[in-house]
């Protein structure tokens, strides 16, 4: 992790305050996260680049636990909560306006990173009532746009490149 440089940080935050958060979004964060985005709250990051599933993708900047900030991660949840599949955290934007998130689906204490595309994202109320389809096909459809890239935090930083 030496080789990373976060830069554009909005005022550090205490760890308590992001634990607070993740309670209040119902997750607990793991801790590599929380001691990360204490101190490089709302913070892009060099290198930036990370692969998922062969494609090059964009590490934008880190979503902020500022309340006024329009990243603020409270509000980015909501924001998309409807579209995302359950159990998805966004943690981080990509410039395109696709999230990585923590996907605590199967890994309730250590979530692992995922990039969740938007392209072609639909509500999944919308799907369930314009393609006939239950909420449990609608999860099932919402996850289709779901691409794992880390078994942890601390791994996915260890994988951003040139």
Request: hydrophobic share 40%; net charge negative.
């Amino acid at each position: 992790m030496s080789k990373i440089v976060w830069q554009f940080a909005d005022e550090p935050v205490s760890e308590d305050f992001v634990n607070k958060i993740g309670d209040e979004l119902g997750f607990n964060f793991p801790s590599d996260y929380i001691k990360c985005v204490a101190l490089n709250n709302g913070a892009n990051v060099e290198p930036e680049l990370f692969n998922v599933e062969n494609r090059e993708k964009v590490f934008g900047t880190l979503l902020s636990f500022d309340g006024s900030n329009d990243e603020y991660i409270i509000f980015v949840y909501n924001e998309y909560k409807g579209t995302l599949p359950k159990e998805l955290i966004p943690i981080a934007f990509d410039p395109a306006g696709n999230l990585i998130c923590f996907d605590y689906k199967n890994h309730k204490d250590e979530p692992i990173v995922v990039f969740w595309e938007h392209e072609n994202a639909g509500e999944k109320e919308m799907l369930m009532r314009d393609e006939g389809i239950t909420a449990e096909e609608a999860e099932e459809k919402a996850r289709e746009n779901v691409f794992y890239i880390a078994d942890n935090f601390s791994e996915f930083l260890d994988k951003l490149h040139d």
